[in-house]
C-alpha cells in the first residue's frame, strides 16, 4: 500500500511539473520570491491545474535578518 501511494504522489509532482513548464514558469524568468512561490504552487497543485486551479503568488516577503 505505501509503495501505491509513494507511486502516486510521484506521478502527481511530475504533472505539476509538466504544467508549470507549459505555462513557462520553468523557462528563464525573474527570479524572486514571487516567481518561485507560484513554481512552486503549481507543481503541488498538480493536475488541479488542469481542472482550472491557477495559482500564483503576487507578494511574498521573507524574513529580514535582525541587526
Given at each position: 500500500m505505501p509503495r501505491?501511494?509513494?507511486i502516486l504522489v510521484l506521478v502527481w509532482l511530475?504533472?505539476?511539473?509538466?504544467?508549470?513548464?507549459q505555462r513557462g514558469y520553468l523557462t528563464d524568468r525573474e527570479q524572486n520570491c514571487a516567481t518561485l512561490g507560484t513554481i512552486a504552487v503549481t507543481m503541488l497543485a498538480g493536475p488541479l491545474?488542469?481542472?482550472?486551479?491557477?495559482p500564483k503568488?503576487?507578494?511574498?516577503?521573507?524574513?529580514?535578518?535582525?541587526?
Open positions: 501505491i501511494i509513494s511530475v504533472i505539476g511539473v509538466i504544467a508549470a513548464g491545474n488542469y481542472m482550472g486551479v491557477n503568488v503576487s507578494d511574498c516577503k521573507l524574513p529580514e535578518p535582525s541587526q
